[in-house]
């Protein structure tokens, strides 16, 4: 299950969406077991280094896979998480979806769960707010925008995008969303694109009462730090 930095670049290439910095990541992260590692390992064909987290090691990390490039200082690593920032990992695999990319079916992370993460990431993590923490969140709005706008151009059922527009809403009012928001000017509620309020797309029942009251909800809430409201 790909998360992470790279997930970010494959959804970003898949919705043809331009970075504004060189390079997102270096390395790649799955979501996996120390099992699902042994066996990526045991199927690899260059040389490489296998490493199983112990129960001492204090690090989300199941294991790491290092391979060294040519051309490469430090070795590119491959990291098996237990957990991400965010939503859940049962979340995240019952929610993956396999897309193509370069010839390889890949499950990877939902748009609107990496959208969850990437803002948790800013939140939480000091090291995260580099530039290219920055532009991954920026990205995880743009990719949740087209994803949900893909909804709306596929004609998908009414209640899938109207699921999806609230999934953000609600998320929008939450701390990380409010950091990333008050902190880096990125605004969550840009992740439901303009197509959703078009004409008969979802109820009037939606654009009176239940966007309206998400839009107070993230104007009105509490600053960083404190619960999130409604949660």
Known sequence: MLVGGQAIAVWARYFDIQSQVAALTRDVDYLGSAMDAKSASANLTFEHKLKIAGLDDGTPNTAVISIALAGHEDPVLIDYLADVAGPTASEIKRTAIPIQSDGVTLKIIHPLLLLQ???TNLQRFQSKRTP??????RLAICIA???IGTLVAEKAPQREILRAAQSV???AATAPAQYAREEFSLDCLLAVPQSVFEKDVLPAKFHEESWPRLVRAVRGARRIGLPDPGR
């Open 169 to 171: 809403g609600r998320f």
């Open 117 to 119: 993460s990437k803002m």
């Open 132 to 137: 290219e923490g920055i532009e991954q969140a």
């Open 145 to 147: 925008a087209k994803y």
